[in-house]
């Protein structure tokens, strides 16, 4: 698959047949995360493919995106939060480059696939598939064959309404509404972590929580 037909092609695909994904092709999916540039070269990444219903369960007993509810497969990507560079989270950062080349790869072999932050709490998720804390969850990867095919998209911005030489542009208008909004989801989701079984503040969240049509 050409580049460019593999980077504007790729979406975020939530519905999947009952096609299994086998192994040979989920080992592939991880290889590609493999070859992505990591901070230092350490290559501290780490995956759980999880396929037991239970732990999906699991994870949406404790709040997680809800379209997880219906998914077989998927690849919990780790990265050991040990690095040398913390003031840039650089383990985030090639726990980050590590997903997108498998999104990529996933998305050239015909699979849907979804990135995943709308998780339980750090602590819940270790504590869920027994990860050592010296690991840092980055997210969650859904895989499944698609049932459709989703419609080609735009992005919101232009590159030269989003790019600026030498300097920040400073005469950016702040939408007020939308950032009150945002701190309030982010007090919301504290709250939630630390109460997840809260049924008034999981029904606030499952209503708050972004409706996507793929
Ligand atoms: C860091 C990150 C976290 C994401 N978390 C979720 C999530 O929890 N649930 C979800 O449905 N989609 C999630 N997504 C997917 C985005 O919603 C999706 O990439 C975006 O809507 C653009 O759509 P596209 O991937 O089809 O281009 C996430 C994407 C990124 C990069």
């Not at 092709?25 to 219903?53: H, S, Y």
């Not at 009150?180 to 109460?195: D, I, M, T």
């Amino acid at each position: 698959m050409d580049l460019d037909q593999a980077i504007t092609g790729r979406r975020s695909i939530r519905k999947y047949s009952d096609q299994t994904v086998d192994g040979e092709t989920l080992e592939q999916i991880i290889q590609a995360g493999m070859w992505a540039p990591t901070a230092c070269n350490d290559q501290d990444c780490r995956f759980i493919v999880i396929n037991d219903k239970n732990k999906f369960d699991e994870l949406l007993s404790y709040g997680a995106a809800s379209f997880l509810k219906d998914v077989q497969t998927a690849i919990l990507v780790l990265y050991k939060n040990t690095s040398t560079n913390q003031e840039y989270r650089d383990y985030y950062q090639s726990g980050a480059a590590i997903i997108q080349n498998m999104l990529l790869k996933a998305h050239s072999l015909g699979l849907g696939s979804c990135w995943v932050c709308n998780l339980p709490s750090q602590r819940k998720v270790r504590r869920i598939f027994h990860i050592p804390a010296n690991y840092a969850v980055i997210a969650l990867v859904s895989i499944g064959y698609p049932v459709s095919t989703p419609k080609p998209v735009n992005r919101k911005h232009k590159p030269d309404k989003v790019t600026w030489l030498n300097s920040f542009g400073f005469d950016e208008e702040t939408d007020f509404i939308l950032e009150r909004r945002k701190s309030f989801k982010r007090f919301l989701r504290k709250v939630y972590y630390r109460f997840p079984k809260s049924s008034f503040i999981r029904n606030l969240a499952e209503k708050l929580e972004k409706k996507f049509v793929n």
